[in-house]
């Protein structure tokens, strides 16, 4: 096999492992809401999520595949060897942040990666100062606008459903989670895989097996959706644990506004290119939800340690990467 060819091939392989994490490590983003409620069993819900992830690909474009193929670092200096360091850093944070129960995101692990393989490669010129600036402002809109169409959605039920038996209301929301989860789970899918999709994408332009107009093939597309929809089959459970009891207790109408609101936001962010994190997203609807009844519902001392991933997740996906491209590095030209 032409060595080129070859690591080209375990480059995207190492991709789709990516995606497969992604998906398990982010299973809890689809879950944890409809779990921690009961309206599901951890079993039953994450193949709900799963087909949810894996269909995606028919209601959304790859506007976000673009964002990050072409966005994030100088796609001149892209090649195999600075995919792959990207692929290796994210997926080390990723399995650090698993370990200890953290709801990072794998998103920005992803976009942290390529900038840290970029900048060992080129230096600091390389990086796409547009591209973070975007991808930055989501970091910090992404659950605030979680945060506040939940804390809206939320007192807008309570209002609507104020004469309403306890028990009945319980019952309805109980049946509505499954229409949220599911809009989440495919707002999951339509965003996230199509990281993976740009990383892909990329490199078969940066090797020459793809050329004109930037477009993502369709068994890119297909492969990148099966890979995630099987890691969210497998499920996170130490971070599904995090998010759907740590945070604040849910009951179902606060599982179906947190879900809404989560899914709004993801299909706003897909629609625009933003590669947004979902594990940012649910987590500020989760707030938002918890927020409602008391501020103190919310066990901040979690919340606190979940900003801090959110804060470290692009340097230390950098960091690793930037170690892993000069290893590699230094293993190929030997």
């Known amino acids: 096999m032409d060595y080129a060819l070859g690591l080209v091939i375990v480059t995207i392989g190492t991709a789709l492992v990516f995606d497969f994490i992604n998906g398990f490590h982010d299973a809890a983003n689809s879950i944890a809401t409809i779990v921690s409620t009961r309206v599901l069993r951890p079993q039953l819900a994450v193949i709900w999520a799963a087909f949810f992830n894996f269909v995606a690909f028919a209601f959304f474009g790859v506007h976000v595949a673009s964002t990050i193929g072409k966005g994030v670092i100088d796609p001149n200096i892209i090649d195999p060897i600075v995919i792959l360091s990207a692929l290796v850093g994210a997926i080390a944070w990723n399995i650090i942040t698993w370990y200890y129960g953290i709801p990072s995101s794998s998103s920005h692990a992803l976009i942290g990666g390529l900038g840290g393989a970029g900048v060992a490669k080129a230096g600091v010129h390389a990086l796409n100062a547009g591209g973070f600036f975007k991808i930055g402002a989501s970091i910090v809109l992404s659950p605030m606008l979680g945060f506040g169409l ?43 895989a199509q990281k993976t999709m740009g990383i892909i994408t990329v490199l078969l332009y940066s090797t020459g097996r793809l050329s004109g107009e930037f477009q993502v093939p369709l068994w890119v597309v297909l492969i990148c959706h099966a890979a995630m929809g099987a890691g969210t089959l497998c499920g996170g459970w130490r971070i599904v644990k995090t998010m759907g009891m740590k945070i604040t207790k849910l009951k179902p109408v606060g599982g179906f506004c947190a879900e809404t609101a989560g899914a709004i936001t993801l299909f706003l962010a897909t629609g625009l290119g933003l590669p947004v994190s979902t594990t940012h997203t649910i987590s500020g609807s989760i707030m938002g939800v918890g927020s409602v009844e008391k501020f103190s519902a919310v066990r901040w001392g979690v919340a606190e340690r979940i900003v801090w991933a959110w804060v470290l997740t692009i340097p230390a996906g950098a960091m690793i990467s930037g170690l892993s491209y000069w290893i590699i590095s230094a293993i190929v030209e030997n």
């Open 150 to 192: 939940a804390f809206l959605l939320m007192n807008v039920v309570i209002m609507l459903t104020r004469r309403v038996h306890a028990a009945k209301a319980n019952r309805l929301f109980r049946g509505l989670q499954f229409v949220s989860a599911s809009l989440y789970s495919l707002g999951h899918g339509g965003n996230d």
